[in-house]
């Protein structure tokens, strides 16, 4: 066994114990003679896991009946514009806010073919933050406003979400899974899965389904929610070996005890790395302390030389991946739901010793 530790953004970790069951299933799945990836999407087997996969989602995220689940593909980026190709009616405005790199992408595709006004615009402070109640500036009669719960590059996260009338958009990409939600309160949230889920590739909604039956007609059949909802995610082939290890995903999930049970876990990690970063003033957290980030933890050190230094001694102890986002530098530790607890401890034992001897 050589598993290193991980600490990749994403594509990122995954539990070993469903990639060893992955591996014993690949040749012959459930004695059917041949792959899950190689059967029909709507055989029996299959069949057996994507209803699997649904249930156990609603189950653990606790979704009620006014809110459907689908498996869809072209990841988080596609939803950028299918929210407001579905959502926002014609003349109408959305509102977002701008919290960093992954909410500007999304506004720029919601622009390109519509209005949007920028509710809050904190996304390129530094230290990084999330917007707060007060500061948003609605439009009357939006269509939504849209948010980004985690930014996966600068290591702020939503504590709070924000109350408003219009319904809440929410692109959970980094941190869905990793703690309990009230789906009520959101008309829409979306999710890449190469962080929390499973492989790249899927992208997981949850939508309220009267939000659905706003798309224009104008919308193509591929990119319109409804056609994914009466077709239960079944309307072409669903990214089906995808959906299989999110369904491995959602069972180990439920073996750990569910999302409050996760959210404990994922608090202790990063609480371990934050006061190792706060015990010493050779690291600084990038993120303000009410904002920081369970799944991200970034930090810069005295120099970008000793950033490089310290990114290539991890690694060469088994610590992979902690080089910061091209865009803004220094470090970043993603530990998310798959990523295990003697990693945090090895990242902050390896923290002392580099600032002790630097
Ligand atoms: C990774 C990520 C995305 C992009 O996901 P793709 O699957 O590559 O399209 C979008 N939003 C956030 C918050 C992310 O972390």
Redesign the pocket.
């Known amino acids: 066994m050589s598993r290193i530790f991980n600490f990749s953004a994403?594509p990122a970790t995954l539990p070993l114990e469903v990639l060893e069951e992955a591996q014993r299933e690949l040749t012959d799945y459930q004695g059917s003679g041949m792959s899950i990836m190689e059967m029909s999407h709507r055989g029996k087997h299959y069949d057996a896991v994507h209803q699997e996969a649904l249930l156990n989602f609603r189950e653990l995220l606790q979704v009620p009946e006014s809110h459907e689940i689908l498996f869809l593909q072209g990841?988080?980026?596609t939803q950028f514009c299918q929210v407001p190709m579905n959502l926002r009616g014609e003349g109408q405005v959305a509102d977002y806010i701008n919290s960093g790199s992954?909410s500007k992408k999304a506004i720029g595709e919601a622009k390109a073919f519509g209005k949007v006004n920028v509710a809050a615009d904190c996304g390129s402070e530094i230290p990084t933050r999330q917007a707060r109640q007060e500061e948003l500036q609605l439009s009357e009669g939006a269509a939504y406003l849209h948010c980004?719960s985690?930014?996966?590059i600068s290591g702020a996260q939503i504590m709070e979400f924000p109350k408003i009338e219009a319904p809440l958009v929410c692109?959970m990409?980094?941190d869905i899974l990793s703690r309990s939600l009230n789906v009520s309160d959101f008309g829409l949230i979306y999710a890449?899965a190469?962080?929390n889920l499973g492989p790249?590739g899927v992208?997981l909604v949850i939508i309220d389904k009267e939000l659905a039956l706003r798309a224009p007609e104008t919308v193509p059949s591929m990119l319109r929610y409804q056609t994914h909802i009466e077709k239960q995610s079944l309307y072409n082939t669903p990214p089906t070996f995808g959906v299989y290890i999110l369904c491995l995903v959602s069972r180990w999930l439920k073996e750990q005890g569910g999302l409050s049970a996760i959210q404990e876990v994922n608090e202790r990690k990063a609480l371990k790395l934050y006061d190792a970063i706060d015990a010493s003033d050779f690291y600084s957290g990038t993120a303000l302390p009410e904002f920081r980030s369970r799944m991200n933890v970034t930090f810069r050190l005295p120099s970008e030389e000793l950033e490089k230094q310290f990114v290539s001694e991890a690694a060469a102890l088994g610590m992979d991946g902690l080089k910061g986002h091209r865009s803004v530098g220094g470090i970043r530790a993603s530990i998310y739901n798959a990523f295990p607890e003697a990693g945090v401890e090895a990242l902050v034992s390896f923290m002392k010793d580099f600032a002790a001897k630097a």
């Open positions: 994403g990841g988080a980026t992954w980004c985690n930014e996966t692109d990409s980094s890449g190469q962080k790249s992208a």
